[in-house]
């Protein structure tokens, strides 16, 4: 059974930083895409970043510049970098994890960036 945990959200100034992590159970970790994707209030999630198997990246438009999408396989874990946060990056942030056409979600952490 797969399991996706996320943690490090929070509440933070325009141009602060935060780190998010996504620590992931139950699967063959270092074979499958994962990802970050984000919703916010009134509105469909969205893509954030991701990164295949192999390291390959994609961000939205939106955070390319600002936010870097890394794993570390040993660790079964995913992380977000977030920097010069801005109000518009206000949303609950969930984990992906992409087995085949299989979508694996955590519960989200919630990220409010205050201007």
């Known amino acids: 059974q797969v399991q996706l945990v996320e943690s490090g959200g929070g509440l933070v100034q325009a141009g602060e930083s935060l780190r998010l992590s996504c620590a992931a159970s139950?699967?063959?970790?270092?074979?499958?895409?994962m990802g970050w994707y984000r919703q916010a209030a009134g509105k469909q999630r969205e893509l954030v970043a991701t990164?295949?198997?192999?390291?390959?990246?994609n961000y939205a438009n939106s955070v390319k510049g600002r936010f870097t999408i890394s794993r570390d396989n040993a660790k079964n874990t995913v992380y977000l970098q977030m920097n010069s946060l801005k109000p518009e990056d206000t949303a609950v942030y969930y984990c992906?994890?992409?087995?085949?056409?299989?979508?694996?979600w955590g519960q989200g952490t919630q990220v409010t960036v205050s201007s």
């Open positions: 139950g699967s063959i970790f270092s074979i499958n895409a």
């Open positions: 992906n994890e992409k087995q085949g056409v299989v979508n694996y």
């Open positions: 990164i295949t198997s192999g390291g390959s990246t």
